[in-house]
């Protein structure tokens, strides 16, 4: 597995304290000969219209961090108030010192609490055969919230204390009750996802 890459970026609204989040990115067999993968095609989401007309959310979200490409900002669920985005970044990366740079896809996982709270993100580098997962974990002073992006092709039979709220959105309760790991299925690979987002 590929080491986790932590991002700390905080919209703070009036009324609000700053998110806490930590970014972990599942690979399996990952080859670093492979280029990196288009990872839009791993979220049908992406062919869906962009929140174009929600004016104060790109407000809010422009910033947020240099490299996420607002135009790939999509919805991929809600729960309560907080609602969930995922979006595209680029950065560019030099593999050797004699080579030029590449680029290599970022799928970055948005948790909203709302223009009167804050937002958390986490933008993992998706390269070769490593499975587009993403985990995040926001607070704010309204509460908190555990989540996992997962991408469509998936097959989930959930243990108790998760559940999923939409196609890409698995949410995990914070209770004494709640299962500690959940074995899903992802692209015909079975993938361990754990409390805390570590493997």
């Known amino acids: ?29 990952a080859c670093a000969d492979e280029p990196p993968r288009a990872v839009m095609n791993d979220y049908l989401v992406f062919s869906q219209e962009s929140p174009e007309d929600d004016a104060e959310l790109l407000e809010r979200f422009q910033g947020f961090a240099s490299d ?15 609602r969930f985005f995922t979006g595209m970044a680029t950065t560019e990366t030099e593999v050797e010192a004699d080579s030029s740079d590449i680029a290599a896809d970022q799928l970055c996982f948005i948790i909203d609490h709302g223009p009167d709270s804050a937002a958390s993100m986490t933008c993992p580098t998706i390269e070769g055969s490593e499975q587009p997962v993403a985990w995040l974990w926001s607070s704010t002073t309204t509460g908190s919230v555990e989540a996992y992006l997962v991408p469509d092709q998936n097959q989930l039979d959930l243990p108790e204390g998760w559940r999923q709220i939409s196609p890409n959105i698995l949410v995990i309760a914070r209770s004494e009750s709640t299962a500690d790991a959940a074995t899903v299925m992802i692209d015909n690979e079975q993938v361990e996802l754990t409390r805390g987002g570590k493997s």
């Open 1 to 29: 597995m590929s080491a986790p890459e932590v991002r700390r970026n905080c919209l703070i609204g009036p009324t609000s304290l700053a998110g806490v989040f930590v970014g972990s990115l599942f690979a399996i067999s």
């Open 68 to 82: 996420l490409d607002l135009s790939t900002l999509r919805q991929v669920g809600s729960d309560g108030d907080v």
